[in-house]
């Protein structure tokens, strides 16, 4: 029986995971938090709606940041960092106190941090429309396995992460209609991974090629695949998945 095993969100795109034991759904929307804010570097294209990861402070240029971890309480979200001493912060009313904290994790030879992004309604998702990841746990240990070490799920800065099927299971879905919890999930494509999982998310630093390890062992760089929420209703840890 598949069981929906671990569950996270991200408030701010590429900068901080936060972990979950229930999350609500909406019909056509990311989870509640995910991808609300996304902090734009100086070699940002202008835009008012949804935009590339082009133009974004991330891990993928940056892995430093792949170790920031987030809670949020509210309005204020807390940002923590091996490095770094936490931060409280409400986005919204602060948003330079969180410029300056990301500013040290961020690499110098890239653009620096320059704006907060927030657009009402619209998530900052690798994907142009409002998708929600599900990810496998069998595929993971099937990494791990050609890694030579556990990897943590958090590389991936996934939503939803199933268990009890096998492994590249999640691909057979595309084009189909899942149910977490009786709530259907229309799975539309796979997610093509960035140098951002290469990084450890306890240290930030870059301690597996996870990309090559996709390339020689299945052909593809692919792990995890979108969704979009065709339901309503609350997802819970150790919610049944059904085909």
Known sequence: MLRLAQLFRHPVKGIGVETLDRASVTQGRCLPLDRAWALAHEAAKPGTG???CANFIRGAKSPALMAVTVTS???????????????????????QALIDWVRPLCNPGRAAPSDLVKVDGTAMTDSDYPSISILNLASLRALSDKAGQPLDPRRFRSNLWFDGGGPWQEFEWIGQTIHVAGIPFEVT????????????????????????????GWGHRDFGVYAIARGDGTIRIGDEVTE
Do not use: Y
């Open 189 to 216: 494509e796979r997610i093509t991974r960035c140098t951002a999982t290469m990084a450890s998310p306890e240290s930030g630093k870059v301690d597996v090629d996870t990309l090559r390890l996709l390339q020689d």
């Open 50 to 52: 949804w935009r590339n």
């Open 73 to 95: 309480d509210g309005a204020i979200l807390t940002f923590r960092h091996p490095d770094r001493p936490a931060l409280r912060v409400d986005p919204d009313a602060d948003p």
